[in-house]
């Protein structure tokens, strides 16, 4: 009996270690590549002592920064998709589905439209992201009920609200203007130098979330049956809406509304490792982070100089991963 | 009853001793139902002493299951806004319900609350686990025990061999079957179920209904929602029968289930009828 409960950790403890594994190369390739060709070696050298002068500024300030980034939103934006579908008993729900990257968008593309420079793009999206999370936090609550279907409904409310107002904006900005708008739409890193605050918000919602990881299982079987296996459902219940919407909205801050990662990681991750959140979660951050890495690095090297958004990069990786996988999994 | 009852494996014993026999593992006290200003259920006392099992019976829309909830303390708790209110005290033992913790209160009784359909993919095993949640700590993984008790509990429903299959790939019945032996694995002293039998085969359903009685002989309290009267005047000792218009009969289940009352309650004349000792209630 017990060769065989050991077993049942064996294969998780290989799959979360192939994760980190992946993410670090993943990261390492990101600061390898680019216009300033180099070794990892020359990377190593870079970061940590005494590498050559050009590189050192293009690794310590461009690189680095950028990569990190990238790997903090890929595993917000995961960690917040897996808990927005248990929140929701929904497979279809993600990150964006309760209008928080509506609010962002609208915020940020706001600044765009009053001529204010960039910091206040990121203010402008922080701001909006925390109204919209407040704003459908407090009208689904009304009556006290708070179902699944209310949250719902609110949220894709107020987010097709945020989407008229994005489009309406879109629609009257001057020329110059789109460009920078719609990059912000599509995700874009470029801009991320200031990793450490998504850093600092991801660590601390992974420690927050993942002692709840059991009861998470239990509530992916139903309110009531938490409710009647012990579990404060209720309070459960908000706070998986506030750490998804903190972490959705540190992420969509930094780099913009990158589609595609929070709806399908988890469900990548679900198809190997199966449905239990307390591996789920660890490893929807490392894969999501990883993948959003290697979709970054791309996008700034394959056509370089130009670069493309990101989000579209996900997309176009993330496809046909996810289709070879349902494939191989249905057989 | 001439069948012998099916034995209950040692592993799905109760871990919380019961010391008190002259005790109610349950009591409700003044409980009833409101809804929408008028009344669903008038208030009525019922007691539930281990090894007892009690049937309630009613229309659509009586407000079995809102009775349910309310006695394992959950009143409300499963429909949002519209579920009928709740007046009257329920006790666990010695204490009314509101003063157990929600994992002491999970300890003592377990819910099978009716079917919801899965949404993601998990194993049966997986999903029988779920029921030893009260049982471990924040950090606990589920050991090797727990895994034992999960797979007497799938034995008990006939589905060994089930362990790694999809839950979303079984039948109906299956799933319920499931969902039943996640309630066993919770070990309660107190069962409260709603519509056991639902999507269950006749074999199934009789061996459902044979292993609650086992559980009562072990010294467990049942509550269960029925729909066959026959089935409740073979199976449980006490019924509470609503009528969905305020009226409430409780009491043994010969007394209760007469099929004046019945036809009532449920808006349709039945005939009673004895087949070899056991009364049938045919709908006219």
Known sequence: ?331 | MTRALPVLPAELACPLPWEEPARPLLAARQLGLRLGGGELCRAFDLEVHAGQCVAILGRNGAGKSSLLHALAGLHGAGQGGGAPGVRGEVWFGARPCADWTPLRAARFRGLLPQRQLARFAASVLETVLVGRHPHLGRWGWESARDVAIARAALACMGLQGFEGRDLRALSGGEQQRVALAALLAQTPRLFLLDEPLNHLDLHHQVAVLELLRSLAADGRGVVMVLHDPGLAARYADKVVLLNGEGGVAVGESGAVLTAGRLSHAFGHPLKRVEVDGRAIFLPQ
Do not use: K
């Open chain 1, 1 to 331: 009996m017990s060769s065989s409960s050991s077993a049942r950790f064996v294969r998780p403890a290989v799959a979360l270690a192939a994760l980190a594994l992946a993410a670090l190369a993943a990261l390492a390739w990101a600061l390898c590549a680019g216009s300033l060709a180099t070794t990892p070696a020359g990377v190593f050298a870079a970061l940590f002592g005494n590498g050559e002068g050009m590189l050192v500024g293009v690794v310590r300030e461009l690189r680095l920064p950028r990569a990190l980034a990238c790997f903090a939103c890929g595993g917000l934006l995961a960690l917040a998709g897996t808990l927005m579908q248990v929140l929701l008993r929904n497979p279809l729900a993600d990150p964006y589905i309760l209008g928080i990257s509506g609010g962002a968008a609208v915020g940020a593309l706001g600044a765009v439209t009053l001529g204010l420079a960039s910091p206040w793009m990121d203010a402008g999206a922080l701001g909006g992201a925390l109204a919209a999370m407040l704003a459908v936090f407090g009208l689904a609550h009304g009556d006290g009920s708070w179902t699944q279907t209310r949250l719902l409904l609110t949220g894709v409310i107020v987010a097709a609200g945020c989407g008229a107002v994005v489009t309406l904006m879109l629609a009257l900005a001057p020329a110059a203007q789109v460009q920078s708008m719609l990059f912000w739409l599509m995700g874009d890193a470029s801009g991320a130098s200031r990793p450490w605050p998504a850093l600092a918000v991801l660590g601390a919602g992974l420690a927050a979330a993942l002692p709840f990881g059991r009861d998470l299982n239990v509530l992916a079987h139903g309110q009531l049956n938490a409710l009647a296996l012990g579990v404060d459902a209720r309070r459960l219940r908000r706070g998986l809406y506030l750490l998804a919407s903190v972490f959705t909205a540190a992420a969509v801050t930094l780099i913009g509304a990158v589609g595609f990662i929070g709806l399908v990681v988890p469900h990548l991750v679900r198809l190997v490792l199966g449905n239990d959140q307390r591996l789920l979660m660890p490893a929807a951050v490392l894969a999501g982070g990883a993948l959003l890495t290697v979709a970054d690095t791309l996008a700034r090297t394959v056509l370089a100089p130009q670069q493309l958004p990101v989000g579209v990069l996900t997309v176009l990786l993330g496809v046909p991963v996810f289709l070879f996988l349902l494939a191989r999994h249905s057989r």
